[in-house]
């Protein structure tokens, strides 16, 4: 979702991006024992090795997977890395992909993913192993913020903690914001595929491509991956299973809070190609490019600080529930065939197994401040729902300026994060289409575990917002401790949440061990596990809310 419901709440920011210190932390170079030298299909790198509770996890940074996207290679689907022959020193994060209110070399004021340049495509890797014929389960995290900001370096993604449990962690970096996701004609024009858009999808098809081919010198399973994500990386990992240029790349996938409102509603987080380009010539002109001159080398021309300062000033006349994502991915007949509500509802997916949930309080954290009046609120319901508004004003009334808030994030919570999860969850656990041609999409059902997690950590203000969940899955719940006492509960949670993630990344199956019991999704029973101060199952999550988006999206 955009950005600044990243940063509407100091609790927020203070859980999501507090720093990690790991310490210990011992270089180690070539022909030194375990992984210390890592033999990539680009060539050698060396890493370092931390010692975390008597295990030996190993750590790669900033290791590039695609060439620099810069000059002539801004606005193209990633290439292939220049070899090199001298070990390189993996140490250090790379620079994160350049956002808004940033330029190149600049340090974020607000959110610590360090500098930024548009040389950024880079990952980052941790491994337990003890030499590569481990061939240990796979874990390749694509991170959230809208499609506009964020960074696979972030602290709260660290990866050591989860290293610990015998998974390699991968986090990466991709193209944000008009970098990531602008369309134009003449873009599409040059393009082989006759397309444009979606290079921040490109990007993370080409991650994981440098996954499968280079993960195993890590001592991971190429045969083993899993994706996971959360909010527009949960976003992008629907999109992927969608996607026939994904298919055979993973293995199975965790989606944590993704969205897909886009088709029946009045709002939109995918778009066609045609409404995209026509949005790029909107942005050239807001860039001076001179329409009946060299558009792209004018366009290439230009600076990240015009760039981004031009992509940020249609968002301040616009607001999430009325248009939905400013950059967002786009059904280009290429990555995405359709939109990927429609592919979803068809069955044409991959087959694969899928972990997949949202938080109780998803909406709170958009919607902090928000002034809305009671006929404004109705508008905007009006808008989102079309014919089904009446239906959705009585699930969710506002008869008084105060209950407008409250309503607008229960709608958002049920319908934006709940309503999509149970439609996936759906979707995957039915047969799909008859597997057509090479695309390789469609088949069978395969297993999915649908979740709410409805912890709330020290009694904030928020709830149980979106994206609190993900110090709990990556073992960093002691994030907390900045903003009071960190509970033995969340502690507890924690190590159970990474223990469903982790076993469900290595067997497809989250159970083991003395966690409770997670029942398998199916339609019938629609079953779901909540995870909070309890654990235990549940049926039937915000049905009415989720059947009447199932309407909207004209699937009854």
């Not at 920011?13 to 375990?34: H, K």
């Not at 962690?169 to 944000?176: A, E, M, Q, W």
């Not at 969608?242 to 996938?253: N, T």
Request: glycine residues 12%.
């Amino acid at each position: 979702m955009r950005s600044r419901g990243w940063i509407v709440s100091g609790i927020a920011a203070a859980l999501l991006f507090g720093a990690i210190v790991v310490a210990g932390a011992t270089t180690l170079g070539c022909g030194q024992a375990g992984l210390g030298q890592v033999l990539l299909d680009s060539g050698p790198i060396t890493g370092a090795r931390e010692e975390v509770e008597g295990r030996d996890i190993w750590t790669f940074k900033g290791v590039p997977y695609a060439a620099p996207p810069v000059g002539e290679l801004r606005w193209q689907a990633p290439r292939p890395v220049a070899s090199w022959t001298e070990p390189r020193e993996s140490k250090t994060y790379s620079p994160s992909c350049p956002q808004e209110g940033q330029s190149e070399g600049s340090m974020v004021d607000y959110l610590p993913v360090g500098t930024t340049s548009e040389d950024c495509l880079y990952l980052n890797v941790w491994s337990p192993a003890a030499s590569p014929d481990d061939r240990l389960p796979v874990m390749v995290w694509i991170h959230g913020g809208s499609f506009e900001s964020g960074s696979g370096s972030m602290p709260v993604y660290e990866g050591t903690n989860l290293a610990t449990r015998g998974i390699v962690v991968v986090t990466i970096n991709y193209r944000l914001g008009p970098l990531g996701f602008l369309a134009h004609p003449a873009l599409s024009a040059e393009s082989s595929e006759g397309v444009s858009g979606n290079y921040g999808l490109l990007d993370q098809v080409a991650a994981l491509r440098w996954v499968r081919n280079n993960i195993a010198g890590f001592g991971g399973d190429p045969a083993n991956v899993t994706v996971f994500g959360e909010s527009a990386g949960g976003i992008s990992i629907l999109d992927l299973i969608v996607s026939p240029l994904a298919v055979g790349l993973f293995d199975r996938a965790i989606v944590q809070s993704g969205i897909l409102l886009d088709y029946g509603f009045g709002v939109s987080t995918a778009g066609t190609l045609e409404a995209a380009e026509t949005a790029g010539e909107d942005y050239a002109r807001l860039l001076g490019v001179d329409a009946a001159g060299d558009v792209l080398a004018q366009m290439r021309a230009k600076t990240l600080e015009e760039l981004l300062g031009v992509a940020a000033a249609p968002a301040e006349e616009s607001s999430l529930m009325e248009q939905g994502l400013t950059w967002k991915p786009i059904a280009d007949g290429y990555l995405l065939p359709d939109l990927p509500s429609k592919l979803w509802a068809e069955g044409i997916r991959q087959s694969v197994p899928l972990l997949i949930g949202s938080n109780a309080d998803e909406g709170n954290a958009f919607l902090a401040g928000l002034t809305v009046s009671v006929g404004d609120y109705e508008a905007r319901m009006r808008q989102i729902f079309g014919p089904h508004a009446e239906e959705a004003l009585a699930l969710w009334p506002a008869v008084t300026p105060e209950e407008v808030t409250p309503a607008f994030s229960r709608m958002l919570t049920e319908v934006g994060f709940a309503s999509t999860a149970r439609f996936a969850a759906r979707a995957m656990s039915a047969p799909g289409a008859a597997t057509t041609g090479a695309s390789g999409l469609g088949g069978p059902a395969a297993p999915v575990y649908l979740y709410q997690f409805t912890r709330v950590p020290l009694d904030n203000p928020l709830g149980a917002f979106h994206g609190v969940e993900i110090p709990y899955v990556f073992g960093t719940a002691g994030l907390f401790s900045g903003l009071g006492q960190v509970l033995q509960t969340d502690y507890d949670l924690s190590a159970t949440i990474s223990g469903y993630w982790t076993r469900f990344a290595a067997t497809g199956d989250p159970n083991g061990g003395e966690a409770p019991e997670w029942p398998r999704y199916d339609e019938v029973s629609d079953r779901h596990l909540e995870l909070g101060d309890t654990i235990g199952a549940g049926f039937g999550l915000h049905q009415a809310a989720c059947d009447l988006a199932d309407r909207v999206r004209g699937l009854d």
